[in-house]
Each structure stands twice: as structure tokens, then as C-alpha cells.
């Protein structure tokens, strides 16, 4: 079945540091790629997607890029601020079966804390 | 425009009761899904609903059941209540029709403790 393997956590950084979650899956078929965040408290929003091999999601500053050949997802982010501190959820999921048929795969997820 | 609502928030029950949470999809959306977060763990998929009926299932026991109203709203019924049932019940909305260009939309959750 279709698994995804995050970075353990926790990861503590400085503000303006560099980031990167690596992200690896395991799928059947060709499935979209999501970077989803939950921030202390709430619920998850959506980061970022990408839906084909080689595509680059980006928002907020963060990016990622769909590999095929490696079957990752790594995500990136060049200056993090103490307001992405939070949960960083990498998730796949199989669009091509038509309508909104499909479930989310979800890893475990890897904690960000960002210090002044 | 009103997102992903939930309710209630925290619920507090005891081995052996039943439970329901109940879910307003985002306007628009006609599918809801429910997700289990345990905690420190990533959400794992329960079912689906569409047009009334569950669509498809995770591996989770006959004890949690659903059940969508025509107005797309859900509920997530849980009987015989286990203490490892405790966790974040997310619920998730989405378009059937515009599938291709939007992903799963998340509620802030129900915070369920089971004694």
C-alpha cells in the first residue's frame, strides 16, 4: 500500500536558518504530492502541492520538488522566521482515479521550533 | 466564506459510551472525509462520504460509522468507546467536480478523551 517516511523530529533552528524536511513515499501509482502544516492548536492547512513528476510546489517561501527517480519530496525554505514554527505533515495521494475519490497518506509528521 | 467547521472542540467520555462529531463542509464542497490523528502521529484516513454514502474506507473497526445529510454536513459516530480512541478526529471537505484544481480543505478538529 502507499506509505509516506518523514525526517524524525523535533527540528530546533535559529531564525533565518535554512530548512529542508526530506520526504520519501511509496506508491502504487503516480500520486499528487502535499506538504501540509498544523500550527499549535489548530487544524491543517495546506503548504504546498504538486501533482507530476519534476513540478515544484512553493508557498510562503517554502518549495518543493516532485521527484520521480527518488521518490521524494523534500521540503525547503532558504530563511525561516519563529512563525513557521509548527508541524510539517508530508502526504500523497492518488488524483488519477477521477472525481474526489481518493484519501489522504499522511507521515508522521516532523516538528519544527524556530528560536529567536 | 465560511471554512471547515466542527464541532464540538474537546469532548470528554468514558470506555464504553458512544460519541458523535459532526462536520459543515466548506461552501461548495460535496465531499467530506474523516481522518484520525493520534497523538504525535500523522492523520490516518477513516471513510469518505458522497452523495449520502460512504464512498470508501480505511482500517478502522465497524464501531465508527457516518452518515452525510443532503446539505453535504457529516457525522462521525463512534460506539463502544476504547481508550485508544483518544485523538483529533479531523473532518476534510472537497469537490467532486473541482477535484483537479483543490485538495482536501481541514477543520480545526474534535479533541476526543476517552477514560
Known amino acids: 500500500g502507499d506509505s509516506v517516511t518523514q525526517m524524525e523530529g523535533p527540528v530546533t533552528l535559529s531564525e533565518e536558518a535554512f530548512l529542508t524536511i526530506n520526504c520519501t513515499y511509496t506508491a502504487t501509482g503516480y500520486p499528487s504530492l502535499f506538504w501540509y502544516v498544523q500550527y499549535p492548536g489548530e487544524g491543517l492547512q495546506l503548504l504546498l502541492k504538486?501533482?507530476?513528476?519534476?513540478d515544484k510546489g512553493s508557498n510562503k517561501g517554502f518549495e518543493a520538488t516532485y521527484r520521480k527517480e527518488t521518490t521524494s519530496f523534500h521540503l525547503e525554505k532558504g530563511s525561516v522566521q519563529v512563525s513557521d514554527s509548527a508541524v510539517y505533515f508530508c502526504a500523497l495521494a492518488d488524483l488519477n482515479s477521477g472525481g474526489s475519490n481518493y484519501k489522504l497518506t499522511f507521515g508522521k509528521g516532523t516538528l519544527l521550533t524556530v528560536n529567536p | 466564506d465560511a471554512g471547515v467547521t466542527q464541532s464540538p472542540t474537546h469532548l470528554i467520555k468514558t470506555r464504553g459510551q458512544q460519541v458523535t462529531l459532526r462536520c459543515s463542509p466548506k461552501?461548495?464542497?460535496?465531499?467530506v472525509s474523516w481522518y484520525q490523528q493520534a497523538l504525535g502521529q500523522g492523520p490516518q484516513f477513516i471513510f469518505q462520504?458522497?452523495?449520502?454514502?460512504?464512498?470508501q474506507r480505511g482500517n478502522f473497526p465497524d464501531r465508527f460509522s457516518g452518515h452525510q445529510f443532503p446539505n453535504y454536513s457529516s457525522e462521525l459516530n463512534v460506539n463502544a468507546l476504547l481508550l485508544g480512541d483518544s485523538a483529533l478526529y479531523l473532518c476534510a471537505s472537497s469537490s467532486d467536480v473541482r477535484w483537479y484544481q483543490e485538495t482536501q480543505y481541514f477543520g480545526p478538529g474534535t479533541r476526543l478523551l476517552v477514560l
Open positions: 461552501s461548495g464542497h460535496d465531499t
Open positions: 462520504y458522497y452523495e449520502e454514502e460512504e464512498r
Open positions: 504538486a501533482t507530476k513528476a519534476d
